[in-house]
């Protein structure tokens, strides 16, 4: 299995204040044929199900806030979200879809300072 | 925009299956993949497995020998069975839509499935 390892666990960002999650995949995900990095990021709340926020590693999902943005290749992965909003409290998920199983990171839990 | 909903049994007793239904409405379902995906309490995302529309599967190796995804297009569902379940089981279960076989884009909202005698 692919695993993937995000750091921080936890994060606690002032309002306004750019917040940086990491996810590192054991293995590459980026196929070359098509030079497309299998990677996605979710944003998790409470009681919601997963939204997704960006797939191929760096396009953002239809109706997604241009201040999150991701980015990375191969191996190293990295979710910005420019300046956080109150709204963005959540724990953000990477997740590698390049082969079955497919696997998630253990979650960033974001938080406001 | 499509719309997915699990149903199915909150509490199933150790050693029972586990068994969900996902539909789906405002798509079709004779397309794409379809997923199951689960989280226990305070715990990480766990994919489960995904079936396409065709009827073909892929599971978690991790599970694949209690864990069973079908599919009725009849009927626009989907569904899990999970065989001999014990506390570990215990999550909430999101059914989830990959278009084309990638990325998981459209989720239900889940139900929390309790394993307990």
């Known amino acids: 299995d692919i695993v993937m390892t995000q750091s921080p666990v936890s994060l606690a960002v002032s309002l306004g204040e750019r917040a940086t999650i990491n996810c590192t995949s054991s293995q590459s995900v980026l196929y070359t044929y098509n030079n497309k990095n299998y990677l996605v990021w979710y944003q998790h709340k409470p009681g919601q199900p997963p939204k997704l926020l960006i797939y191929?590693?760096?396009t953002r999902e239809s109706g997604v806030p241009d201040r999150f943005s991701g980015s990375g290749s191969e191996t190293d992965f990295t979710l910005t979200i420019s300046s956080l909003q109150a709204e963005d409290v959540a724990v953000y998920y990477c997740?590698?879809?390049?082969?079955?199983?497919?696997?998630f990171g253990q979650g960033t839990k974001v938080e406001i300072k | 925009q499509v719309q997915l909903q699990e149903s199915g049994p909150g509490l199933v007793k150790p050693s029972e299956t586990l068994s969900l239904t996902c539909t789906v409405s405002g798509g079709s379902i004779s397309s794409d993949y379809w997923s199951w995906i689960r989280q226990p309490p305070g715990k990480g995302l766990e994919w489960i497995g995904y079936i396409y529309y065709g009827g073909s599967t892929i599971y978690n190796p991790s599970l694949e020998s209690r864990v069973t995804i079908s599919i009725d297009t009849s009927k626009s569902q989907f569904s899990l069975k999970l065989t001999s379940v014990t506390a570990a089981d215990t999550a909430m279960y999101y059914c989830?839509?990959?278009?084309?076989?990638?990325?998981?884009?459209?989720w239900g909202r889940g139900t929390l499935v309790t394993v307990s005698s």
């Open positions: 997740q590698q879809y390049y082969a079955t199983p497919w696997t």
């Open positions: 989830a839509r990959a278009e084309s076989g990638d990325y998981v884009d459209s």
């Open positions: 191929w590693a760096s």
